[in-house]
């Protein structure tokens, strides 16, 4: 009795595009079983309808059987001379597209993240430097910042996820709290018992309250 249930889910699987992403990739380096079923997946992945992702923080984390099967492949920020090199030999990137990697994506800015992309297509092999943009509750939903998740967690506990990123777009719209962070720091003297990401929180919950509590008044 469950069979044509089942035949009809295997085909609705079959027909969607799936993902397998591999985050922090340096971590499986001298992993070889491991990094063979990811080269496996990346050359054989397409024909099953199955996208790979994978994340890491240099070029050369990966290996070099992956780099050759990849379709599209995203560089953040310039990195060591081995990245280089990677983007000279295995891509022929030319010293101009090195030369804006470096200048341009220097990290997220308040217009967005600059990157160098590069997508290997039927017609031929191209190479543009782009530019993320996102809001501010997305960028507060992905900083990874110490300062800024440290925060986050805060007002995640206190007032809830959707709150709290609301709360930190409206006053941080930039995505990060650490030049005020840091501007606190210099001002904090030893008798100071409460650290400085502590103290921003409750200034951020204390306004989040007085507001709530201003709204409610208004719609009595």
Same mark, same amino acid.
């Given at each position: 009795?469950?069979? /044509?249930?089942?035949?009809?889910? %295997? *085909?609705?699987?079959?027909?969607?595009?799936?993902? &397998?992403?591999?985050?922090?990739?340096?971590?499986?380096?001298?992993?070889?079983?491991? +990094?063979?079923?990811? %080269?496996?997946?990346?050359?054989?992945?397409?024909?099953?309808? &199955?996208?790979?992702? !994978?994340? @890491?923080?240099? =070029?050369? /984390?990966?290996?070099?059987?992956?780099?050759?099967? *990849?379709?599209?492949?995203?560089?953040?920020?310039? $990195?060591?001379?081995?990245?280089?090199? &990677?983007?000279?030999?295995?891509?022929? +990137?030319?010293?101009?597209? &090195?030369?804006?990697?470096?200048?341009?994506?220097? $990290?997220?800015?308040?217009? $967005? $993240?600059?990157?160098?992309?590069?997508?290997?297509?039927? +017609?031929?092999?191209?190479?543009?430097?782009?530019?993320?943009?996102?809001?501010? %509750?997305?960028?507060? #939903?992905? @900083?990874?910042? =110490?300062? /800024?998740? #440290?925060?986050? !967690?805060?007002?995640?506990?206190?007032?809830?996820?959707? *709150? *709290?990123?609301?709360?930190?777009?409206?006053?941080?719209?930039?995505? @990060? #709290?650490?030049?005020? %962070?840091?501007?606190?720091?210099?001002?904090?003297?030893?008798?100071?018992?409460? @650290?400085?990401?502590?103290? =921003?929180?409750?200034?951020?919950?204390?306004?989040?309250?007085?507001?709530?509590?201003?709204?409610?008044?208004?719609?009595?």
């Amino acid at each position: 009795m469950y069979r /044509d249930y089942h035949l009809k889910r %295997i *085909a609705d699987v079959q027909d969607e595009q799936k993902t &397998i992403a591999y985050d922090e990739v340096h971590n499986t380096a001298g992993q070889e079983a491991f +990094v063979q079923t990811m %080269i496996k997946d990346g050359r054989e992945g397409r024909k099953w309808g &199955i996208r790979i992702v !994978n994340a @890491s923080q240099y =070029l050369s /984390d990966y290996p070099e059987e992956l780099l050759n099967a *990849a379709t599209g492949v995203y560089v953040m920020r310039g $990195g060591s001379a081995t990245d280089e090199a &990677i983007l000279r030999n295995t891509f022929k +990137v030319s010293e101009e597209a &090195i030369r804006r990697l470096h200048r341009d994506a220097v $990290g997220p800015g308040p217009e $967005g $993240g600059n990157f160098l992309a590069l997508f290997k297509t039927k +017609v031929g092999f191209v190479v543009q430097l782009l530019t993320n943009t996102v809001g501010p %509750i997305e960028l507060w #939903a992905f @900083s990874t910042t =110490l300062e /800024d998740v #440290a925060l986050r !967690n805060r007002l995640y506990k206190r007032v809830g996820p959707y *709150a *709290a990123r609301k709360l930190l777009a409206e006053y941080f719209p930039l995505g @990060s #709290a650490l030049q005020t %962070i840091e501007h606190m720091r210099t001002q904090s003297t030893e008798k100071d018992d409460v @650290s400085v990401v502590e103290r =921003l929180a409750e200034k951020l919950v204390t306004a989040y309250t007085r507001n709530l509590m201003k709204q409610q008044e208004l719609s009595l």
